[in-house]
């Protein structure tokens, strides 16, 4: 079955950054990309970017444009979100979430289980 | 990007009740949306894609329509176990985006 599990709780102060994991099994991991999507308390979803599972082409929202990076690991089955220069309005509980096909439908069957990243000083 | 308004924000509602809520695309999205279905603390849950097909495993008192701009997720008999936020998402292009959710309560 498909799993993503993600790394666990961050809390960093502002102007640092976080770097959280998505392990992915249970299907064919170049065929398909991952998505990273944040919730902010009480917010709907917002979509950050998309990583290519094939080729690790990469396309980011506009509003994260220079503060994010996303990149893989092929040997270790593992997608990686990297945020920069955090803000407390950058709380939120950060998904990866798998494409609904091979072809990039980007909706989603399969998300992580979340990772709560906690801006503060 | 494509903005989604979803309405309501929130509801209340009875056992039983016939539940319709409501997005509107602000440009045409052919029938490209999805709908999630968000409990307390959990993830969120597909309910349906292209518009109206259900996902697998989905109660069928869950359904869809629209196409364009105005996009309908019905629910035809409401359940406790329906007590959540609901969301759309427009998928036609990057960036997917989401409408702010309608709370439903029972």
């Not at chain 1, 990149?71 to 950060?94: K, N």
């Not at chain 2, 009740?17 to 968000?38: K, L």
Request: hydrophobic fraction near 30%; charge should be positive; aromatic fraction near 12%.
């Amino acid at each position: 079955q498909v799993q993503l599990v993600q790394s666990g709780t961050e809390v960093k102060k502002p102007g640092a950054s976080v770097k959280v994991s998505c392990k992915a099994s249970g299907y064919t991991f170049s065929s398909y990309g991952i998505s990273w999507v944040r919730q902010a308390p009480g917010q709907g979803p917002e979509w950050m970017g998309w990583i290519s599972g094939y080729n690790g082409k990469t396309k980011y929202a506009q509003k994260f444009q220079g503060r994010v990076t996303m990149t893989m690991s092929t040997s270790t089955s593992t997608f990686y979100m990297e945020l920069r220069s955090l803000r407390s309005d950058d709380t939120a509980v950060y998904y990866c979430a798998r494409d609904w096909d091979v072809w990039g439908s980007l909706f989603f069957e399969y998300w992580g289980q979340g990772t709560l990243v906690t801006v503060s000083s | 990007d494509i903005q989604m308004t979803q309405s309501p924000s929130s509801l209340s509602a009875s056992v039983g009740d016939r539940v319709t809520i409501t997005c509107r695309a602000s440009r045409g999205i052919d029938n490209d949306v999805a709908w999630y279905q968000q409990k307390p603390g959990k993830l969120p849950n597909l309910l349906i894609y292209a518009g109206s097909t259900l996902q697998s495993g989905v109660p069928s008192r869950f359904s869809g329509s629209g196409s364009g701009t105005d996009f309908t997720l019905t629910i035809g008999s409401l359940q406790p176990e329906d007590v959540a936020t609901y969301f759309c998402q427009a998928y036609l292009s990057a960036p997917p985006t989401f409408g702010q959710g309608t709370k439903v309560e029972v």
